[in-house]
Each structure stands twice: as C-alpha cells, then as structure tokens.
C-alpha cells in the first residue's frame, strides 16, 4: 500500500495496462461491448475511459511486436480460425433448447445438430484462405457462418436471421452481408457439401 500510495501514478499506468490486456483478450471471443467492459471497470473502481484503454491497447501490441518474433501467415491464419471456432462453439450454445424445440423432439437431437454444425464450421474453415479472413470482424462472421450453415440443412427454419441476431447481438443486415460474402467464397449453402 505504501509503494501505490508514492507511486500512485505507475500502479494506474499498471492497472490501465492490465485491463488493456484483459480487454485484448476477450473482445473476440465475447458479446461484450467496450462500454460494458468500462462500466465493469469503474463498478471495480478503476478510473477509466475509451482513449485510455485505446492507449493502453497501443502500448501493448507494440509491445508484443517488439517481443514477438514476426509470425508466419500459417501461424496467424491458424490463430484467427481457432478464434473463429471458439466464438462459433460460445456462440451456437448460446441458442437454448426452447428456442427450437418445435423443430426437434429431443434436447439430445438439438446437441446432435450443434456437433454437425461444427463439423461444418471446420470443413468451411479448411476451405478458406487467409486473405479472405485476415481483416475480419470474427464475431461478425461467425453470425453469417451460423446463419449459412443453418441454410445447408434440408429445415431451413430452425437458424432463423431473428434468432441468430438475438443470440449474437448483430444486426441482420450484418448478419446478411456475412451470408453473402461465404456465398461468394463458397457458393450456395444448398449446394454445400458437407
């Protein structure tokens, strides 16, 4: 306490620093908007705003490039598919059982479906390349990717763009313009073969 108390100005450096990294971390894998992350912040008692966690954020990937060797775009590519995966997971078992129950007749039937529809997001993932996912938005994408792979199934009423959006919290004009660029990249969901 004695050492914040005279270096009272380096420890909130540390703390805004600390919570950059918390934030960097999470921002891709959770629904969780920055302003919620502050308000979290300030609930906790840490004074912080947008500019100095943008800062903070700065200073931190500087950081981590000046330590990091530079990564092969194997390795990068490999990293923003493993994101795209674990938001996809999160995101498909966000969708509770009462929401489609009408179209299943069992939760087991419903979990089935979930496995299949990740079987599918990995096969889609193989099939594209790093250009056309280096400047993603992934919690964007994995909406659409949800939505398209809900269009490959012969019930194309279950992933509805309503549901998709309330679970996602994205727009379904997002959500459309996701769909249609995998359209783009891997033609129409009927005609996937999965």
């Given at each position: 306490?004695?050492?914040?108390?005279?270096?009272?100005?380096?420890?909130?450096?540390?703390?805004?620093?600390?919570?950059?990294?918390?934030?960097?971390?999470?921002?891709?894998?959770?629904?969780?908007?920055?302003?919620?992350?502050?308000?979290?912040?300030?609930?906790?008692?840490?004074?912080?705003?947008?500019?100095?966690?943008?800062?903070?954020?700065?200073?931190?990937?500087?950081?981590?490039?000046?330590?990091?060797?530079?990564?092969?775009?194997?390795?990068?590519?490999?990293?923003?598919?493993?994101?795209?995966?674990?938001?996809?997971?999160?995101?498909?078992?966000n969708i509770p059982f009462e929401e489609v129950q009408q179209f299943f007749?069992?939760?087991?039937?419903?979990?089935?479906?979930?496995?299949?529809?990740?079987?599918?997001?990995?096969?889609?993932?193989?099939?594209?390349?790093?250009?056309?996912?280096?400047?993603?938005?992934?919690?964007?994408?994995?909406?659409?990717?949800?939505?398209?792979?809900?269009?490959?199934?012969?019930?194309?009423?279950?992933?509805?763009?309503?549901?998709?959006?309330?679970?996602?919290?994205?727009?379904?004009?997002?959500?459309?313009?996701?769909?249609?660029?995998?359209?783009?990249?891997?033609?129409?969901?009927?005609?996937?073969?999965?």
């Amino acid at each position: 306490l004695r050492y914040n108390k005279n270096h009272r100005h380096n420890y909130q450096n540390m703390v805004i620093i600390f919570l950059a990294i918390i934030w960097l971390e999470i921002k891709d894998t959770t629904n969780i908007r920055i302003d919620e992350f502050i308000e979290v912040s300030k609930d906790l008692g840490h004074k912080i705003n947008k500019k100095m966690i943008s800062n903070a954020m700065l200073k931190v990937k500087r950081t981590e490039k000046l330590l990091q060797e530079k990564k092969s775009i194997s390795e990068v590519k490999k990293e923003i598919k493993e994101k795209i995966r674990v938001v996809f997971q999160k995101d498909i078992n966000n969708i509770p059982f009462e929401e489609v129950q009408q179209f299943f007749q069992s939760v087991s039937e419903f979990e089935k479906m979930k496995i299949s529809m990740q079987l599918i997001a990995n096969k889609i993932l193989l099939q594209i390349s790093y250009k056309q996912i280096q400047n993603l938005n992934y919690k964007a994408f994995v909406a659409g990717l949800i939505y398209y792979i809900g269009q490959t199934f012969e019930n194309r009423k279950i992933f509805t763009q309503n549901l998709i959006e309330k679970y996602t919290k994205f727009s379904s004009t997002t959500i459309r313009k996701k769909f249609h660029t995998l359209i783009d990249i891997l033609g129409e969901p009927q005609k996937f073969q999965s």
